[in-house]
């Protein structure tokens, strides 16, 4: 999918039918970071992910995500972070750094959104959430 595709195919908060992604959306994904915490947990990131606007967007939604649902990170890379264990049901999460970036990315993003383990997917063209909720029916969202 390109940018323009993306555009047309995004919702925006009022067109969001589930109430745990309507939530997700706006107390989580889309709410301002500016925090002591966050700066304290960017600041021991890599360089590369600390410069790049897109890198710096998934380190938000990995930081914000972590912190509301009070999850751990098993593992974080410039790619992929894996969250484990945390509140509302929320069994685990991953968050994905450029879905669609290259070909065979995008390949790979979407053999993770047909993984039968996570119940909900969250496009967001730069980052992308896959989250295992057993409590949640299988939906697949394009949020911008």
């Not at 990995?62 to 484990?84: F, G, N, P, S, W």
């Not at 053999?111 to 959430?129: E, F, L, T």
Request: net charge positive; aromatic share 12%.
């Amino acid at each position: 999918m390109n940018r323009v595709e993306y555009w047309i195919k995004a919702q925006t908060q009022y067109r969001i039918h589930s109430p745990f992604v309507f939530e997700m959306y706006r107390k989580v994904l889309f709410a301002n970071v500016g925090d002591e915490a966050y700066e304290a947990y960017v600041s021991g990131l890599p360089a590369e992910l600390r410069n790049d606007r897109t890198a710096r967007r998934y380190v938000e939604t990995v930081y914000k995500i972590q912190d509301y649902y009070h999850m751990r990170t098993l593992c974080m890379d410039a790619d992929e972070a894996v969250l484990a264990a945390g509140c509302g049901g929320m069994e685990g999460v991953k968050v994905v750094c450029h879905p669609h970036h290259r070909r065979a990315r995008e390949l790979r993003w979407m053999a993770q959104q047909a993984n039968a383990k996570y119940n909900v997917s969250i496009d967001m063209y730069d980052v992308g959430v896959l989250i295992t909720n057993p409590r949640l029916h299988r939906q697949q969202f394009v949020l911008r």
